[in-house]
């Protein structure tokens, strides 16, 4: 083979490989904003928008398989090792994460349909600040894998410790607001379930760093995390507790 068809090859593999990482960007950039939109109809009460957030959920899955097309043709026709080949296992694997991300979104939209039809609760403002966390994670690790960037994603990686942090304080409120008020038991729940949503949508941003940190590094990323979701095991939660 001469040098310039081996140019050629190497020249559309990038080419490919761009489109890919392109394709991958739009599609969590969707899925944050079907998150955005989510927190929105809660906000508003808005069962009909909340409707067409679950709906929208299609064009996030119709992404994905277009993308693991992609990667399937890639692996067939320029057969990648190495660098090349973790490139294109780690679009496979973010592909994947990225439409549980928007699948949580369009949970939260769901859940925000039976809750509209309850009185208000001064505790759904806790959901949005939740929302803002995660979007901004998902947002971040999408740049660090756009740009290859592995300290970026290491940093998106430890931080997630803050949505972590946030969840388990919204979560002793819920409860605390639930004990007190028996009749708002069941908004609460919708929210607990709301919220736990959210929290996932995190460790999703953070599967992506590690992948993002493989794909530059060559190794995976072994350092141990700090975990501050304690609702699977948390303190009692006395009457009173329930901040102003």
Not at 175 to 196: G, N, S
Request: proline letters at 4%.
């Amino acid at each position: 083979m001469s040098g310039s068809s081996k140019e050629h090859i190497i020249k559309s593999y990038d080419d490919e490989l761009m489109r890919l990482t392109g394709e991958l960007v739009r599609m969590g950039e969707l899925a944050v904003s079907q998150l955005e939109a989510a927190i929105d109809v809660v906000d508003r009460r808005d069962d009909r928008a909340a409707q067409h957030v679950v709906h929208n959920d299609d064009a996030i899955d119709q992404l994905e398989q277009e993308i693991s097309h992609d990667v399937v043709r890639l692996l067939a026709l320029r057969a990648p090792i190495a660098g090349d080949l973790r490139n294109v296992f780690a679009a496979l694997r973010i592909a994947a994460d990225i439409e549980r991300i928007g699948d949580y979104a369009a949970n939260v939209a769901k859940r925000s349909i039976p809750l509209s039809m309850a009185a208000p609760l001064t505790p759904t403002g806790g959901l949005a600040h939740l929302a803002e966390l995660a979007a901004e994670e998902v947002r971040e690790v999408l740049r660090a894998y756009r740009d290859r960037d592995a300290e970026r994603a290491y940093k998106v990686w430890q931080d997630d410790v803050a949505l972590d942090e946030a969840y388990t304080a919204y979560f002793r409120e819920l409860l605390t607001y639930m004990m007190e008020d028996p009749r708002v038991i069941t908004p609460c729940t919708h929210l607990l379930f709301m919220a736990k949503n959210i929290e996932r949508i995190g460790d999703h941003a953070t599967n992506i760093a590690e992948n993002v940190w493989f794909q530059v590094k060559g190794e995976p990323l072994i350092a141990q995390r700090d975990k501050r979701d304690l609702t699977s095991n948390p303190e009692p939660v006395k009457l009173g507790d329930r901040p102003d």
